[in-house]
């Protein structure tokens, strides 16, 4: 190690990272503007795009919950995994490869405005390509042993009892698994956090000494592995700072955006223009923020690699784009970035005022009871949907499954130890074998005796008093579960009282082909390819996977978003204010009486708890 590095102190890097970005801070900003709207327009659509159609390969449209498994591992879905990550990868690299090569010269006293930098980025674009696909091939074989792990686990421990046993009653299997599941994630992250500084140089490497890929994170392994400690401290320090910063103007900003709301009276002109200009403030500050972290990011490793290499800015490859030795920095213009600053915020809150005219402050989603009322009655009984009439529930949830005779019962788990204590398989079992078991005791004393009910008792117990969601639970031993369900609905009229909801589209398809007036709804936790292709009249997702884009799109597409499971009155107002059609909870009590308290709000304060709503998003 050379003398210069030995003598290296942080406070000396940050200076010069600090006076480097002061100076080229224009060409910074415009590059990544520029960059970030191609991007969003162009190459951002186009890898969704060539993802949908790799997917569309496998014969599917959309590929949800536990076929996604079965997709990552065949060949198309381990070729359309490696291409979207690598492309994923690409768009990141190239962000960060323009940022570079502006650093780059401004260290070598040199200027390079953002066409040039974006033109040279362009010209290197195969190699950030090739990059990119190299280290997610690489990091997916450095994290197959760990999933291997994980999933050899879960296969030894969940044949005997179903998960959701495990996960209530907690015996000792579940504390293996839960152990087992903590050390493979925080491995996973240590691996990747590992790779992430190990591989920290190709791209400078690609970008300013023109190495091959290959070459380049074999350069940039070498380059880290005696700078392990000096690299992590500054970049992921940078890090932590940077969110340590963003998460304390949030707190600010929420606290002067309550202070404004809760002050600006009735005026609803007012409080428009104020949600405005508050929305555009957040927009322009969280761009602001991740434009600094990113870019001084992207600094810091320039500055970083020049320091470990022993090289400087001037010691590069052959001027890229033209540019020329004696084109000089020019001093920083202010008034631009003043300028770009207030277009910039213009924008957003002339954007925000069109969000605000589109928001339906009438708008209330219908309620549906999870598992009936389930936390005041033992869940998929009698008793629960009656509780979910009480509550004011619209729709019942109820999960359905066949017995070893063919009668369809309510029951959610594959087996009957967590509400019985019988363990056994429900497709071991006669309904007369169960018709006598206890499945309320496990939830409370009150519901001794409470047996698990048939369909047919719970549609003869709904009928024109709340309307059902029947989820089909396909277990791999059903023999004509959709066939039994369908039949039952039509022969009892329940069409119209109804709809079908299942994890298995294919299930769901079978059951539009047999009745072609059925609502029916594809229930999603996860999903890859296109979801709104799919061939149905609702998507019922986890919470997670709803946003304000999501509701726009199905609102287009004409079909309704169902979120689960929602049970805090923040989540249930954060999904109102999103515009979902049904919200389902285990507490429907609660949402019914939100659903009323909303309704009778003035159309100011309508207006600011949407604001409100938004702001927090």
Partial sequence: MSTAIKKFKYAEILSRVQRNFNLCLSDLLIYDIFFKIVATVIWGPAAAWLFNRLVATSGSLVIGNEQIITFIFSPVGLGAF????????????AEQAGLILIASRSEAGERMIFFQAYWWMLKSLGKLMELGM???????????????????????????????????????AFWIGASVAAFLGIGGLLILGWLYIRWIFSVPLCMLEG?????AMRKSRALAAGNFRRIVVTIWGWGLLILALAGAIAFLLDGFSAFILNRIGENPVMVIAAVCVLLAFYGLTAAVLTF???AVNCLLVTRLYFD????????????PA??????SIPTPRPKLLWTAALTALVITAISSYFIIEN?????????????????????????????AMEDGANFAEIDVQETADGVVVLLHDTDLMRITGVNKKIWQVTYPEIKSLDAGSWFSKEFKGEHIPTLVEVLELSRNKIKLNIELKFNGHEKQLVENVVGIIQDHGFESQCVVSSLNYAGLQKARDLNPDLKIGYIIAKSIGNMFRADIDFLSLASNMVTADVVAASKKRKKEIHVWTINSQDQMTHYIGLGVDNIITDYPAKLVALNAERNSLSDVEKLILAAANILKR
């Fill in 359 to 387: 928001i339906d402050f009438d708008h209330q989603p219908a309620v549906t009871a999870h598992r009936g009322s389930s936390k005041h009655a033992p869940e998929n009984t009698l008793s629960a949907v009656r509780r």
């Fill in 292 to 294: 600094i972290g990113f």
């Fill in 134 to 172: 190299r280290q997610v091939i690489a990091g997916g074989l450095y994290l197959a042993p760990l999933a291997a792990i994980g999933a050899a686990t879960f296969f030894l421990l969940t044949p005997q009892h179903d998960l959701n046993y495990l996960i209530t009653a907690k015996p000792p």
């Fill in 308 to 319: 470990i290499s022993n090289r400087n800015g001037s010691r590069l490859m052959n001027n």
């Fill in 82 to 93: 490696v291409l979207s990550g690598g492309l994923a990868l690409t768009i990141v690299f």
């Fill in 322 to 327: 033209g540019v020329t030795a004696n084109q």
């Fill in 211 to 215: 190495d091959q890929p290959a070459a």
